[in-house]
C-alpha cells in the first residue's frame, strides 16, 4: 500500500473511526504543547477534524500531535468494573 493511502487495518486508525463513531471528547495534545479538547469529525491520512467546545472546526495535522487520549473512563467502559459496583479500600498495616 503507497504511504499516502488511508490505511484503515491500522488500529490506531480504527480507535479514532471508533472515537468518531461515538462522538467521544477527546484531549489532544499537540508537539508544540497547546492543549486541544473536542469531538472528532473526520480524518484522512494527513489530517484530523475536531469540533472544540466552541462548536468550531479545527483541523490538526497528524505530525503536530503527541498523545490523543479519550475524555471517557475506559475501564469501565470496557466492563473491567461494574458502573454500580462499591469499592472499599482496606487499611494497609505497615
Known amino acids: 500500500m503507497a504511504s499516502?493511502?488511508?490505511d484503515t487495518s491500522l488500529p490506531s486508525t480504527r480507535q479514532v473511526q471508533k472515537w468518531i463513531k461515538d462522538k467521544i471528547t477527546v484531549e489532544f495534545r499537540l508537539m508544540t504543547g497547546d492543549l486541544i479538547?473536542?469531538?472528532?469529525?473526520w480524518q484522512?491520512?494527513?489530517c484530523i477534524c475536531v469540533f472544540d467546545g466552541n462548536n468550531e472546526q479545527i483541523m490538526v495535522w497528524k505530525q503536530a500531535?503527541?498523545?490523543i487520549k479519550?475524555?471517557?473512563d475506559i475501564v469501565s467502559?470496557?466492563?473491567?468494573?461494574?458502573?454500580?459496583?462499591n469499592v472499599e479500600v482496606?487499611?494497609?498495616e505497615t
Request: avoid cysteine.
Open 90 to 92: 482496606a487499611a494497609v
Open 37 to 41: 479538547t473536542g469531538r472528532i469529525f
Open 44 to 46: 484522512d491520512h494527513n
Open 77 to 85: 467502559e470496557r466492563g473491567l468494573i461494574p458502573q454500580n459496583a
Open 70 to 72: 479519550a475524555q471517557t
Open 65 to 67: 500531535i503527541a498523545y
Open 4 to 6: 499516502n493511502q488511508f
